[in-house]
Each structure stands twice: as C-alpha cells, then as structure tokens.
C-alpha cells in the first residue's frame, strides 16, 4: 500500500491506536509476537507445532487474521488455547484498532504470550504497527530466493525470519545462502531460523528463540 | 484493499482508465491477460516456459509488476521479448494507469498478445481492472488447499485458475479436489489447469487454453 491509498491521518491514528495496544500489553506483562508471511507459508501450521511446546510454559493467547473464514481460528482452538479471530472483510492486512478491538475480547489477566497471526501478504501488513513488541516473518522456500529485494519492507520490519518447509530443499531451486546474503542486507540485525513443521527441524530453536524474545522484551 | 483506504472516486477514476486501456487494445486488435498470484507462486517462470511456444505464433509483450527490482523483466527479456517494468515502489498492486503509462512505451504495433504480470499478492490485484481481456490466477500447491475460501474475490475474478508446481505433489499435503470443488463453489466457470513448469506437464493444455481464449477474444 501505498500514500495516495493511505493517507497520513489514516497512518497517524495507527499509529496511535498501536501505542495504546503497546501500553495496555505492557501494563499487563504481555508478550505480543505479530506473525506476517505470504499467503500459504505456514504461519498456522507454525503456531499448530509450536504451541504444544510452549503451552505448559506460558499462558498463550493467539488472535488470527484473515479476510474470510475462521478456519485457522479452529485449528488454534482446538489446542485447547484461547483465541480470537478478526475476518477483515477483504482488509489485507490488520491494523492496530482491529487488534485493539480483538483485546477488549480476549482474558489479557490470563494471557502472557500473545501471538498475532497478519493476513497472508507479503507487502500491506508490514506498513501497520499492531502495538507487537517484535516481528517475526516466514518465508516458505518454494517462494524463491529472490523474495527478499523484491518485498524488502517486511524484511526490514523484522526481528526473525524463518525459512520455512525446508524439508523441500531437494525438490525446488532455493539458494539458501542468497536468501539470507539478500536479507542481511537489507536488515544486517535480522536473525534468521530454518524450519520445517514437517520434520520438526529447527523447532526447538524457534522455541529457544521465542523464550529468549519473551525474557528480553520484560515478560514475567 | 478495502473502503476505507481506497475511496470511490479513486475506484472511479481507475475503471475510468482501465476502459481507456481497453479501447486503446481492441482498437489495435491486442489481446491482454492479468496474471495474478501470491509472491513465488510461478508467475515469471510460467511466463518463461511459455513464450517459446508462444513465440512463432504470436508477436509477444510482457507488462511485469514489481514493488523493486527489475528482475522479472530481465529473465524476460532474454527470451528476446519486449517488455516494460513497473516498479512500483511499494504500492501492492498493478492499477490501471500504470499500465496506461507502460503502454505508452511499448511499441503496440508490434505486440498481438499481452501479458500483464501483475505485483504478487493474493488479495489487491483483484480489486483493479487493468483493461485486460482476462485474468489468470496461479495457485502453487505449496500455499494450501484452503486457499480459495480464505482469499474469495480473485478465485473469483478470474476465468482461469493453474494450479502451479504439481511437482511436488507427493511432498506437500495438497487435497487437488477439495482445492477445485472450493473454487468452483465460489466460481462455477472458473476453468482449471494442472501445470509444472519443471516438469512441463500441463503446458500444452495451457497452451491450447491461450490459442483458443486469443481467438475467442477477438485476436487477430
């Protein structure tokens, strides 16, 4: 997106609303992670391997983006978490008032970790606050390597980038060391995981990651 | 994109384009297809499996989208094909002026079948008429089979649909028939193709599928 769609009002109250979300958090020693990627590169499936290793840990509470449907919505509820789903109607992204709303309904007394899953775009989410302490970004393998000059924003709006379904590896063209060479460059602190939910591979990195994260960012 | 962002009149004054657009091509006899499909889905890599056997038949041109970089353009210009770059420098979709002003540097004279690749995202890109003939989407098995429910209005829009690298079929938890019946609910004319480009299944299809939409739209 872009300024003659958004205009700077728009992206002030934002920005505004991102701080209140950012203060009622903190004031409540909630950990809030937004999760962004492409449509289809795994951000539920990440959040379905992830919770069973965090869940005795942390009080979780997940709050799921999408235009339609609330079928990632299910698949969290189903782990026994408490989560709340924003259908934006054909919005491409969220934006910190439809979060802030989203936390009006949530038991913040009884979350500690929170995670945000955006709507699935490469490009709109990574132009709207939340009120998240960090940003994390997957990019599925079979997207290409050239992915990250080419929707360099999001890279740069992130913490973490996972390369995610590295189990395909053998089975598409994807330079690892240029994806990572590329996102460097346009974010030399960006840290960077590999990942498959599929094989479990990187998984208890992503965890160390996330314990490491929720420490560092003053959560209880 | 919703509303919100994008006001009436700018809606307006973009199908105000796109007709122009699409004057200016039927008054040259230029058929013009939309491709439309998430980052990495195969649009590039379509487009360069395509046009060799394309090219004997059909004086080719080639509009790419891109929110950085030239590089789409670049693999397709080695084919020897004239094409134009837009960037356009962060905005998440083609509209129909940018194509207007590419237009205007391409030799049009010379160019019976247009591809307009638009910038990768499963959701804005649907919402702009270009002035095109007809949109074309890809769905790379990789990005799930719940893709068609959860981002409805370019399954929608489109007259066809390739579902891309089915390759990889046999990796990747992909249901081809629970995919089609969704898009189909959703769009009951939609037609459905199976493609690889690594393989090359599916290309004749998609070939024929070109000739005989060319025809069909009037191409000389």
Redesign the interface.
């Known amino acids: ?2 300024e ?3 205009g700077k009002d ?1 992206r002030e109250h934002n920005r505004e609303i991102a701080r209140e979300n950012r203060e009622k958090l903190k004031g409540r020693g909630i950990v809030a992670l937004n999760l962004m990627s ?4 795994g951000k539920t499936s990440l959040l379905v391997s992830t919770i069973p290793h965090l869940k005795d840990k942390y009080n979780l509470g997940v709050i799921e983006g ?4 609330s ?1 990632d919505a299910e698949r969290i509820k189903e782990l026994g978490i408490d989560v709340y789903q924003i259908q ?5 992204h969220l934006d910190a008032s439809m979060v802030h709303s989203a936390m009006h309904e949530l038991d913040l007394a009884a979350i500690d970790l929170l995670f945000i899953e955006n ?6 989410p990574a132009e709207f606050d939340l009120g998240e302490d960090g940003r994390v970004m997957l990019l ?1 393998i ?3 390597d ?2 990250p ?5 999001m890279f740069a709006e992130s913490r973490l980038l996972i390369l995610n ?1 590295i ?2 590896l053998n ?2 063209d994807f330079d690892i060391s240029r994806a990572k060479r590329e996102a460097l460059d346009i974010n030399p602190r960006l840290e960077i995981l590999e990942l498959s939910c599929r094989t479990g591979d990187g998984i208890d990195e992503w965890i160390s990651w996330i314990d490491r994260f929720y420490s560092e960012s003053g959560g209880a």
Chains 1, 2 share one sequence.
């Open positions: 997106m872009h003659i769609h958004v728009l492409a449509p289809g590169a999408d235009l339609q449907t079928r934006t109607g054909g919005v491409c709507v699935g775009n490469l490009v709109c599925s079979t997207e290409g050239d992915k000059k080419k929707y360099p924003l379904k189990d395909l089975h598409v």
